[in-house]
């Protein structure tokens, strides 16, 4: 209960538009309760007597329903105030001829009909108009509350799950938010003015029909628990279903390779088997409500057409043409109270998907900005480490006691064995993790202390895995800035040589590029994120692998596009390939989470440590002359880069 009342909340920005439903639909109840009411005039009109006056006879004054003639019970038509409303309507409808009582029961019949059609396409109109919009508003708030997350939450969890939370998931909010408010309310105001018109006509046929009504309510809350917990189920198959086919559509290139496409075809139709078992049971329970509701009502109705006939044939206590409209309303109840059934079903799914939802929305970010942060906009000085220490999880750190500091305008790379904590330290500086002890400073102000949108606005990154978006070229190299004026975008490709292979596309800076960029080679990739990077101009440059699995023509452009980048600029890069950090101004070596070494190339060899064994590796792998530990070999320019940019 209190998981649908929050779901309820959602429609408090549109109290206006819930009173105007609200209205059409209480309007459709009570013009569906006079076109019931309908019956007994029009059958007068056809079938009763005509006095000699050539006028319909009035209805024959039925004794009072319980007891005969001589029961003192009232009947509801005796009360003033309805004796008197049924004397004007009878006076309207059948005063005059037989003929003309006939054609004004027909306008009223057509009228009420009319009016009830209007009502209920506003009421539908404007019921579609708040599901559309909480579910509209729904996936708004899911996916901005994602952005705001920390890496570590999407690493642990699988993207399917995620996207079934926007997709499946605020679908079947959408029926349960107005099945619970308007559905209920008008098929409760239908049953209510079913169970008027029954107790109008005849109180002891009334009781006998009510008979349905306690079954049916066992039978809803019986069903209830069933439904939830299935939909639960149903909605995790879902999830599970969506995550196999996001996975293998994202890796189809690995799946190719591997000629693994039977496999992920047996995964998928696992995936979709235990979707569709779990769906079945779901609508076994949900199927099962209507026919058992109304099979009781059928029974009722049987057991009331045997009693009513007796009132009319024996006992001469009730006329043909109430009884008729006793018919048409108790099988009127037989809807609402199927309707009822099904609407509980759609609070049922729907609560159990607003379960998920606001658990997901629940979930608070590991890294979040501090109410008084500082704006910051440039890096004066240095970006220090100290004491730094990481974990991924509480007892396992990643990193440990890392001291360092990065004056401005000083490359540093980051090099060591997979697995030494080098992209970690670097996923530190933007804050896409916060240390677990020890502290990251920029100009001795800590990194926790200062607005995130400015500190990342700070930082440019390129890494292997670049990614692009399914749009134009422009709009991948001006990223989130359409205002961004061409000829600034146009520069930017020149810088990173990437203008020539654009020019050459069919559209050029238009040219659509396919999902993630797959329409264009790795090395065209490299050269767009790099021509982002430097459109952005950050002061602080990060670059992960970003010249790894490149032929060597690639390799030399975007080498030659990152040295214009790096320019004047504040850098850390990452490289398992030694040849390409041996002209930073600084190498700082990881093993296991800590610094074990610090300097130049040529200072690093000559200490013949980690980093030795590491360049001697990597030079035998090439088939190249290594020069000996004491650093024979000629130590490049620390310049190279600027160099280059030059």
Request: glycine share 8%; charged share 20%; net charge positive.
């Amino acid at each position: 209960m209190r998981t649908y009342l929050a779901l309820l909340g959602t429609l408090r920005p549109y109290r206006r538009l819930l009173a105007q439903t609200l209205a059409a639909t209480i309007a459709f109840s009570i013009l569906s309760a006079i076109s019931i009411g309908m019956i007994s005039p029009l059958t007068r009109a056809l079938f009763a007597r005509v006095d000699p006056a050539g006028q319909i006879a009035g209805q024959v004054a039925a004794p009072s329903p319980i007891g005969g003639p001589q029961s003192s019970l009232p009947r509801i038509e005796d009360i003033p105030v309805v004796r008197g409303l049924r004397a004007r309507i009878e006076e309207y409808l059948f005063a005059g001829e037989p003929a003309a009582a006939l054609r004004r029961v027909c306008v009223a019949i057509l009228v009420v009909f009319f009016l009830k059609g209007l009502a209920a396409y506003a009421e539908q109109v404007s019921i579609n108009r708040i599901e559309q919009s909480v579910v509209r508003d729904l996936r708004n708030r899911i996916f901005a509350h994602l952005t705001t997350l920390s890496l570590d939450f999407f690493h642990r969890r699988r993207a399917g799950h995620l996207i079934s939370r926007v997709t499946n998931d605020v679908g079947l909010v959408r029926g349960a938010v107005t099945a619970g408010i308007f559905s209920s309310t008008r098929e409760l105001l239908l049953l209510i003015a079913s169970l008027c018109w029954v107790f109008w006509v005849s109180v002891p046929l009334a009781l006998v029909s009510l008979l349905v009504v306690p079954p049916s309510v066992l039978l809803i809350v019986a069903l209830a628990r069933k439904l939830r917990r299935s939909s639960q189920r149903t909605q995790e198959r879902m999830a599970d279903l969506t995550t196999v086919l996001h996975e293998t559509l994202g890796g189809m290139r690995v799946v190719k390779a591997f000629a693994m496409e039977k496999f992920e075809l047996n995964r998928f139709r696992a995936a979709t088997e235990r979707a569709y078992r779990a769906f079945l049971r779901l609508r076994r329970y949900w199927a099962v409500s209507s026919p058992l509701s109304e099979m009781l009502g059928v029974g009722a109705a049987v057991a009331v057409i045997a009693y009513g006939g007796q009132l009319i044939l024996i006992k001469q206590t009730l006329t043909p043409d109430r009884f008729l409209l006793f018919l048409v309303a108790m099988l009127s109840m037989h809807r609402p109270l199927r309707k009822i059934a099904s609407v509980n079903a759609d609070i049922q799914e729907g609560t159990a998907a607003a379960e998920r939802i606001f658990g997901l929305l629940a979930v608070a970010p590991s890294v979040v900005e501090r109410p008084d942060a500082r704006p910051v906009d440039r890096i004066s000085n240095a970006l220090r480490f100290e004491g730094v220490e990481f974990c991924y999880e509480p007892g396992r750190p990643v990193l440990t006691g890392i001291h360092l500091e990065v004056r401005a305008g000083e490359v540093v790379a980051l090099v060591g064995p997979s697995g030494a904590g080098k992209s970690t330290l670097a996923d530190l500086v933007p804050r896409f993790y916060d240390p677990t002890t020890g502290r990251i400073t920029l100009d001795g102000v800590d990194l926790r202390d200062l607005r995130l949108a400015d500190l990342r606005r700070l930082i440019g990154i390129v890494t292997q895995d670049v990614i692009l978006f399914n749009d134009t070229v422009r709009a991948n190299i001006a990223y989130g800035d359409d205002s961004m004026p061409e000829e600034a975008v146009r520069e930017a490709a020149h810088a990173a040589h990437a203008a020539e292979f654009i020019e050459a596309l069919p559209q050029g800076y238009s040219t659509e590029i396919g999902d993630r960029g797959v329409r264009l080679s790795g090395g065209q990739r490299q050269r767009l994120a790099i021509a982002r990077a430097i459109l952005k101009n950050p002061p602080i440059l990060i670059l992960d692998e970003a010249t790894s699995a490149l032929d060597s023509e690639s390799e030399r452009l975007v080498q030659a596009a990152i040295a214009r980048l790096m320019a004047g600029r504040t850098a850390l890069v990452i490289a398992h390939r030694l040849s390409t950090v041996r002209a930073a101004d600084r190498i700082v070596v990881l093993d296991r989470g800590r610094i074990v070494e610090e300097g130049s190339h040529s200072e690093l060899l000559r200490r013949g440590g980690l980093y030795t064994r590491l360049h001697a590796v990597e030079a035998a792998g090439e088939g190249v002359a290594v020069g000996d530990a004491s650093g024979g070999e000629a130590a490049p320019d620390p310049d190279a880069f600027r160099e280059a940019a030059r």
